[in-house]
Nanobody, 117 residues
Framework: QVQLVESGGGLVQPGGSLRLSCAAS????????MGWYRQRPGRQRELVTT???????NYADSVKGRFTISRDNAKSTVYLQMTSLKPDDTAVFYC???????????WGQGTQVTVSS
């Protein structure tokens, strides 16, 4: 059974930082392209950042220079370091795993990030 479990969300003041984690189990983590998506209030879910199995990264323009994705294959965990947070970053953040070779994809349950003073 595949599980993606996010953690690290919470309430942070504008300009602050948070690190999200996503621990994966039940899959070959090193084969997966991993990503973080978010759903802001009243908006559709959107891509934030991805990291391929080989370590290539991609970022949405809105988070470039502020967010950093990384992965630890030994721990089957992907991270999202978020800095200079803005109220507009308030969202539920979801972890995503994708296997390009066979098309499998999985979602985590999401973690709430609220940026507010």
């Amino acid at each position: 059974q595949v599980q993606l479990v996010e953690s690290g969300g919470g309430l942070v003041q504008p300009g602050g930082s948070l690190r999200l984690s996503c621990a994966a189990s039940g899959l070959i983590f090193s084969d997966a392209d991993m990503g973080w998506y978010r759903q802001r209030p009243g908006r559709q879910r959107e891509l934030v950042t991805t990291i391929t199995s080989s370590g290539n990264t991609n970022y949405a323009d809105s988070v470039k220079g502020r967010f950093t994705i990384s992965r630890d294959n030994a721990k089957s965990t992907v991270y999202l370091q978020m800095t200079s947070l803005k109220p507009d970053d308030t969202a539920v953040f979801y972890c995503h795993a994708k296997f390009p070779n066979w098309g499998g994809a999985y979602w985590g349950q999401g973690t709430q990030v609220t940026v507010s003073s």
